[in-house]
């Protein structure tokens, strides 16, 4: 392929360096938010797989363990200093996981403890899916409404999950009620209906009770529907 793309990934992977013990890597926010779980992630796998050089995932293994955002519950708080279960960022902490692990070889001394996070992880968003199959814009307030890209974040993490083996053929149900639930909030033309729009991180449950909610074509929302679309292919194939 080009080469161009391979330096421009392991030129941004190079900034995860030099992070100090207990501190997120250094284009993550100091307060340990889950969107940056799945950003390192996403970068940081990629960078291993084409390097094979561990230090990758050395950082980023170090900075979901450190994160101590997920609470009693199993539901993940957005960032350190806001309590509030955000679907889209329990989404992004169910990316962060599932993109890791993607990359993790078997023998590799963390992944054990992070399948286990991330199974009690899974288990506490199954037990906050509403009787629809869709998770609500705040997980433990079932009065907010029901919105699409935590359920297309959550369900491609499952799906990945269960195509690559670290989790057991019981989440099958469940990622199938979240494939139903997506399906029928995805028109034929590229309309969505309801995913979150752009949203911060705010020490104020109303902030997240009253972000809009995007309807019609919105790039984001229909961007992770593609990614639950063929990740569920995928597992479906068999590859």
């Known amino acids: 392929g080009d080469s161009r793309y391979r330096d ?3 030129s941004i992977a190079g900034r995860f360096r030099g992070n100090e013990s207990g ?26 797989a084409l390097t094979g050089d561990i230090s990758y995932l050395d950082i980023q293994t170090a900075f979901l363990l450190e994160a101590d955002i997920q609470v009693e519950s ?11 279960h955000w679907g889209r960022g329990n989404g992004f902490a169910a990316l ?44 433990d ?5 029901q919105e699409l890209t935590s359920v297309c974040m959550v369900g491609y993490a499952v799906a ?10 019981s989440y099958r149900e469940f990622v199938e009620s979240l494939w139903n639930a997506a399906s029928e909030r995805i028109g034929p033309d590229s309309e969505v209906v309801d995913g979150c729009t752009g949203t911060g991180a705010v020490n104020d449950q109303r902030f997240y009770i009253d972000r809009a909610a995007e309807y019609g074509r919105d790039d984001r929302t229909g961007n992770l529907a593609l990614w639950f679309a063929v990740e569920m292919e995928r597992l479906s194939r068999g590859v």
């Open 8 to 10: 421009l990934l392991l």
């Open 23 to 48: 501190q997120p890597p250094p284009p993550c926010d100091p307060d340990y938010r889950t969107e940056d779980m799945f950003f390192a992630g996403a970068i940081l796998g990629r960078a291993y």
């Open 74 to 84: 199993g539901l993940f708080k957005h960032c350190r200093s806001v309590p509030y």
């Open 96 to 139: 962060g996981y599932a993109e890791t692990l993607t990359y993790l070889p078997d023998d590799y001394p963390d992944r054990d403890n992070l399948i286990s996070i991330h199974r009690r992880h899974l288990d506490a968003l199954i037990a906050h899916r509403r009787p629809s199959g869709m998770f609500s814009q705040l997980l």
């Open 141 to 145: 307030l079932p009065g907010t409404y």
């Open 160 to 169: 990945r999950g269960l195509r690559m083996g670290w989790l057991e053929e």
